[in-house]
């Protein structure tokens, strides 16, 4: 199964929006009025939404003027069906933009090499490549590695990589000797192909941000997340955030603090092997309250199962799981379906097959913050407020 790819490029004259107003910009000139204002869209499920092999271009002429593509070729048979819900998905940050989609040609041959054909010209544009590097992993890096040198080739000004969710983020460190730091690797090898900015949502390590020779912006989706649960009008008193390991600490806090100045509780746990945790002991008290189970990504869902058992056991009315990426790497679904799960809500970081639902997931769009974070990007602004910047050296 092939990976996701989506590019867009825009000449800085036109910085990607249709012409449909302008407002005073930083220099006194005038700047491009996007869809506004910043809207998370985060009741928005897509539990429906399954990968894909499609990859498409935005490009904006000097003039302004956009040339509607429809043009993408599937990669693999699992894309032929695949194809127009993986489209919607790309077409979500499209349309937050007020752009539309460009044309590019991804095919992979018999023996599983990948071909990138850029279809129109970039030529001193601004791009931005839009990929996560999910499972499978090797296979959606190695097609977004060809796509950044079909457009650094194609003469483009610019390539931005938005890397929804970045695959190999928890080998950042050594634990054992002669081990890889496959995190560093696949920095420098983002780099050597021709990206010259890197935008990451919720790292696993935010030292990672530290391996690039470029400038990294670092967003949040938590703020999707956040959206969310306040809508659910939860009463205040009730709410305790909780960690599922002290690593997790500093990422629960913050989000605590974001809802309502929440309590926090801390599930201590020793880990006994990869993909493998016990849990030890809960430091906290959930007695009598809703329980939300904050992590960066839900591995095999063995620490987030064993977490809500113990929360159970220790009297929570109800558990939620948050986390953005969903990597449900098996057997996730099985557990994550547990009875002691009230809701399990994720983002759409990660395209999600229908195979993995099940009745307490709940999968929300990260459309709107990764278009607003382009469009801020490209016009140099602050990102959004669940966002950080770190230049790189």
């Not at 558990?319 to 996730?332: E, K, M, W």
């Amino acid at each position: 199964m092939s990976s996701h790819a989506l590019a867009l490029g825009s000449a800085r004259v036109g910085v990607g929006m249709r012409a449909r107003g302008r407002r005073p910009g930083r220099d006194g000139g005038e700047t491009p009025t996007r869809r506004g204002p910043w809207r998370l869209n985060a009741h928005a499920k897509d539990s429906k939404s399954r990968p894909s092999s499609t990859s498409g271009v935005f490009k904006d002429m000097a003039n302004s003027r956009f040339a509607a593509v429809d043009d993408m070729d599937a990669h693999a048979h699992e894309s032929e069906t695949a194809e127009p819900v993986m489209r919607r998905r790309l077409k979500e940050v499209a349309n937050y933009l007020g752009i539309e989609l460009g044309k590019s040609t991804i095919k992979r041959f018999a023996d599983g090499e990948i071909y990138v054909q850029i279809k129109e010209s970039i030529r001193g544009s601004d791009v931005f490549i839009v990929q996560p590097t999910c499972p499978p992993t090797n296979d959606s890096l190695m097609e977004l590695l060809v796509m950044i040198d079909a457009c650094r080739r194609a003469s483009c000004r610019s390539i931005t990589t938005v890397i929804p969710y970045f695959g190999y983020a928890r080998a950042d460190r050594r634990t054992q000797g002669r081990e890889s730091i496959a995190a560093k690797l696949v920095a420098n090898l983002l780099t050597e192909a021709g990206a010259t900015r890197v935008v990451l949502m919720d790292i696993h390590s935010l030292q990672t941000i530290g391996y690039y020779d470029i400038p990294v912006d670092h967003i949040q989706g938590e703020a999707v997340l956040l959206d969310y649960l306040t809508s659910k009008s939860f009463n205040p008193d009730e709410i305790v955030i909780v960690s599922p390991d002290v690593g997790g600490v500093p990422r629960a806090r913050a989000f605590a603090k974001k809802l309502n100045d929440s309590p926090l509780a801390i599930i201590d746990k020793r880990r006994t092997g990869h993909n493998k945790a016990q849990v030890m002991n809960l430091i906290g008290d959930v007695d009598g309250k809703v329980a939300i189970l904050v992590d960066d990504m839900i591995d095999t869902g063995g620490t987030l199962l064993a977490g809500a058992q113990l929360l159970r056991e220790r009297g929570a009315t109800e558990v939620y799981a948050c986390a953005t990426h969903a990597v449900f790497s098996p057997p996730a679904v099985e557990r994550l379906s547990n009875a002691a799960f009230t809701e399990v809500i994720v983002t759409n970081s990660i395209p999600h097959t229908p195979e993995r639902d099940f009745p307490q997931l709940t999968v929300l769009s990260v459309g709107n913050l990764l278009g607003e974070t382009i469009w801020r990007v490209h016009n140099d602004y602050g990102l959004p407020s669940a966002a950080t910047s770190v230049s790189g050296k």
